[in-house]
């Protein structure tokens, strides 16, 4: 059965397109499926770097697109044994150097070998935005509950709706639910007025998130990270499953306020 | 009140044209600028004035005449004539060949020689050609600072990269020993060359009592009186004091935005051609969501049963009805129409575009938040574009004052 191809992508930098991918990708490979995703920024790569599989590259896109090596050759399997493989993007070209054409056909190939592929796309709506939605069959936009990234946003989805990819769906990256709470901050219902797409999943604000990426090893993989459990549940709707999307409510009890006097970090809010 | 064949007046932008008739007598031309400016005298402050003398030869003491009979008593200072350029390789049997002079002389009626610039012969446009900006460019110092004209206030003569011609005086030395009294004023008034009284807003026939200026607005602006309401227009920024905002509407009902006369076609980001030729009759009907950067163009109303979201542009020939919120640009009446109207459920944009005028919303800054989304209409009431709370097309209530068609 042929894989499905899903691209990851916002408009605006910075939103945390690559985490995202990073973290669905081991998503779905712990949850069993053959995952292969694919960094298309080039000249600027880094999901190599959040996966911690910077060290490891050989070949990269374009070698595999120019023919210089075997498609075995330019993916780098997961440090964690995962059946999960990356395809780095070179350092060394620029955007223009590949064309829709050429991404497509790659996707098509490893669709057959795949369950599922993702694409990481660069910023921006120019020639590697182009190249990266050429492939796929469908969108995950990224956002932040900010105005700028949801003006790039609704941009992009009406480049992505216009691309024929119907129907992308929305992940909310860097929720600060206090913030929320206060006011000073949009909420779910406003982004959805704005963007009319459906939410796939809301990620909180997460040290841990930071942490993690320093290392090198995506966020899901930390069982205490609470932008990890969200990650897992993107998945979880990804594959499928009808998973509800939790209030992520701050927690206003008295057991927090004295862990504020007394300077004790954590978890600033829960969720069912 | 006016000889439409001996003297034609047409204008916009920053200058007025006063057309002369080809074939009449001259004296007969002279009395009727004379007559037509003695009617209108309280109509017109300060001005440049540009005379378009078409296919006649005028030697310089008929063009000093004109000159003078334009200039005594009014304020209005010629600066320029304008002529076929026929003109220039004929003589004039009574007169003897024409002498060029400089365009400075004229004002010091000194025996220099003229320089007749030509011009357009078409009588209809005002628009200034791009050369003849470029003279006046050359034979005047151009002042700095003096006009801040953003690119809303450019007729369509100009285009933003041209400098403004916002001055066509001399120097100060050589002004001031120029004829009138009104040049000095002229000169101190630093920020637009050009000041209209508010009277030029709304006002009844000359003959009237000049104490009534404040009543009801022409009914059939002849062009001189559309050529000075679109000159303060498009000059003065803000809105201006119109007296019957304060005669029954309040501003809470209909606020007006801050309109602009762009002049056609819409000015915008995008190119485009003129809409006018294929008016559509059926409406164009939108059921999803204009995304931001994505434009719209029609030649007839268009519907959208979503939202408009910032960035998005809708620029129709006839009515924009937004069945949702409008927060990108509309422009309705793309092709001139003044009739046109824009009709949101929420009308929360920043910008909107009827026809030549574009209106900015005075709400700019500030919680919106607060405001509760009503129903509202957009339309053009005296050069201005009004937004009222809409409650259905042409009704009629008998308190406040809404959209009436």
Redesign the interface.
Known sequence: MMGKTIVVTSGKGGVGKTTATANIGTGLAMRGHNVVVIDSDIGLRNLDVVMGLENRIVYDLVDIIEGRCKLNQGMIRDKHKLDLYLIPAPQTRDKDCIDPEQLRELCQKLEEQFDYVIVDCPAGIEQGFKNAIAGAQEAIMVTTPEVSAIRDADRVIGLVEAAELHRPKLIINRVNSAMVKRGDMMDKDDIVELLAVDILGMVPVDDRLITATNQGIPVIHDPKALSGAAFSRIVARIDGEEVAIPDLEPRTGIMDKVKEIMGIKGGSYTHA | MLDSELLQVTGRGTNINFTIDDQRAFSDVLSGLETYLSKNRHLLSKGNVTVNVGQRILNKGQLTKIKHALESGSGLHVAQFWCSPDVLSTDDPNDGSVTVMDVKSIQNFSSEPISISTGPLDLKTSTIDHEISHDIENLLPSSTGDIELDEDTYSEGFSPEDPPIDTLSDTPNEIANANGPDTEAFLESGSTHLELSHAIISHTEPQSNLGDLYSEPISDPGPLELALINLEHSIQNGIIDDPDLHNGISNEESDSFNTYNVGFPSSGETEQEPLSLNRQNEALLIKT?C????VVHYAGDVVVL??V???AQIIADGDIVVFGNLRGFAHAGAAGDLQATIIALDLDTSRVQIGPYVGISPKISGKRRSRRPEASIAYIRRQHIFVSPFKGRYAKYSGGTLYDG
């Open positions: 969501t995304r931001s950067g994505e979503a939202d979201n910032p960035g």
